[in-house]
């Protein structure tokens, strides 16, 4: 079974902040995703990395970063944390070639003050 | 703008009945769709999927059917249980990379027993 862990369930930061958000997948997966969930908007593409080092932006980069150093460990940076940034975050592994079917972590609900 | 769009935020529906939860998209390159179901403080996990060159696809309890003219998904469990409440997402795909899926808003289903 594919497991994808999160760092933290629930953080608090205030505003101006630097944040890290931690992501670990244990199959060998080639890619790592993440995303933000916000009520009425779905699920929306924040960045993602099909290899080390490798990285590409998503649909909202803005404010985020990213880093991947080891294959398995893919980690969002909010590099001062906004209250707009205030959301649900998953990450997401797969397969190379295979974007579609992911298996996604349990989330960390952030809450930026 | 969504893509991928699912109208009806919330269903309830009796035990033993038919559930049917809808998707309408916009795109008509999309090729692939699939629906995820998340349930409270865990992350999404993959439930079915279609490609565009079929109609119907069925995983026991699951089928999802594809009306391309219509640009319409629908997932229908039958017998639905207490275990299918959840949140459902649709979700489309426009070829390989990531950025070239999109998700839904979500659907919270309610099973009464």
């Known amino acids: 079974d594919v497991k994808v862990t999160q760092s933290s369930r629930y953080l608090v930061k205030r505003t101006g902040e630097k944040v890290f958000l931690e992501c670990v997948q244990d199959?060998?997966?080639?890619?790592m995703f993440w995303y933000r969930q916000d009520p009425g908007l779905g699920l929306r593409l924040i960045y993602f990395?099909?290899?080390?080092?490798?990285?590409e932006k998503g649909d909202i980069p803005e404010g985020y970063s990213v880093s991947r150093e080891k294959k398995e460990r893919f980690s969002l940076i909010l590099e001062s944390a906004s209250t707009n940034q205030t959301s649900m975050y998953l990450c997401?592994?797969?397969?190379?070639?295979?974007?579609?079917?992911?298996?996604f972590g349990p989330g960390t609900r952030l809450l930026v003050l | 703008d969504q893509q991928v769009k699912q109208n009806s935020p919330s269903l309830s529906v009796q035990e033993g009945r038919i559930s049917i939860l809808n998707c309408d998209y916009t795109?008509?390159?999309?090729?692939?769709f699939l629906w995820y179901k998340k349930y409270p403080a865990e992350g999404p996990t993959f439930l079915i999927s279609?490609?565009?060159?079929?109609d119907k696809n069925e995983d026991g309890r699951f089928t999802v059917f594809l009306n391309k003219s219509a640009k319409h998904l629908s997932l229908h469990i039958v017998p639905s249980q207490p275990g299918d409440s959840a949140v459902y997402f649709c979700a489309a795909s426009a070829g390989t990379g990531a950025n070239n899926l999109f998700f839904g808003t979500g659907t919270r289903l309610t099973v009464i027993p």
């Open positions: 795109n008509s390159m999309f090729d692939y």
């Open positions: 199959m060998d997966h080639e890619n």
């Open positions: 279609i490609s565009s060159i079929k």
């Open positions: 990395s099909y290899d080390v080092k490798m990285k």
């Open positions: 997401a592994s797969s397969l190379l070639g295979n974007m579609e079917t992911q298996y």
